[in-house]
């Protein structure tokens, strides 16, 4: 899969920038990338929250975790 590329300059604290690639134990550009991946999941699990209560599952929690097993 090809990705469009975008090159950029940004003004970032350093201790903050610091702190995420000691956490994440990669460099500058990968860190960056997760934080904006954090970003998108965090908006994908906020929609569905939204849908919490509204969509009608067949099968009960325990069923579907067995699927899985």
């Known amino acids: ?6 090159k ?18 990669l460099g500058i550009t ?4 997760e934080g904006l991946k954090a970003i998108e999941r965090r ?4 929609q ?3 849908l919490r209560g509204k969509v009608k599952v067949a099968q009960t929690w325990e069923e579907l975790k067995a699927d899985r097993e």
């Open 1 to 6: 899969m090809q990705h469009d590329i975008q």
């Open 8 to 25: 950029i300059t940004a003004n970032l604290p350093a201790d903050l920038l610091k702190k995420a690639m000691e956490i994440t134990g």
């Open 30 to 33: 990968e860190t960056l990338r």
């Open 43 to 46: 908006s994908a699990y906020q």
């Open 48 to 50: 569905m929250a939204g």
